[in-house]
């Protein structure tokens, strides 16, 4: 880690290593940092993983083990721009998978329950049009669509 930027710490219940070799499997410029391991000070058993550094996307990240106390919920969730559908697809159906489960609006759970928005580009200036038609149009339709159809958004947007 460097003292640059931000780091995202996300709070795992003994799943933090599996959750950061999932998400490095997922995200292009990805890659696995150290591993901290508990000694025989605890409080977790001596050897087990206690936290992960790992980069995703080319964001920082901190996975760690800190127990059941704390769950995930939408009031935090990490927005992915894709530029293309094939981008929209492969992270919807790699974050969905084994458990994930698919949202509203272009938002989805992964299986460890870590909110994400699958966006593409240009829908944010869609739904923001000068032309208010335009834009009630495209947002009715993305309230209607789990994963985001940009060609199906582009066609409503336009009119047709």
Sequence with gaps: MTA????????FDGQAEEAAHYYVSIFKNSGIGRIGRYNE??????GSVVAVEFTANGQSFVAVNG????????????QILCAD???VDHYWAGLTENGGAPGPCGWL?????????????GLVEMLYDADPE????TTRAMYAMGKLDIAELKRVHAGE
Excluded: H, M, Y
């Design 109 to 121: 759970k992964d299986r460890f329950g870590v909110s994400w928005q699958v966006i593409p580009e």
């Design 134 to 137: 335009k834009a009630a149009r």
């Design 67 to 78: 127990g059941p106390e704390f769950t995930f919920n939408e009031a935090v969730s990490f």
């Design 41 to 46: 000070a605890g409080p977790g058993p001596a």
């Design 85 to 87: 559908q094939e981008e």
């Design 4 to 11: 640059d930027g931000f780091t995202t710490c996300l709070w």
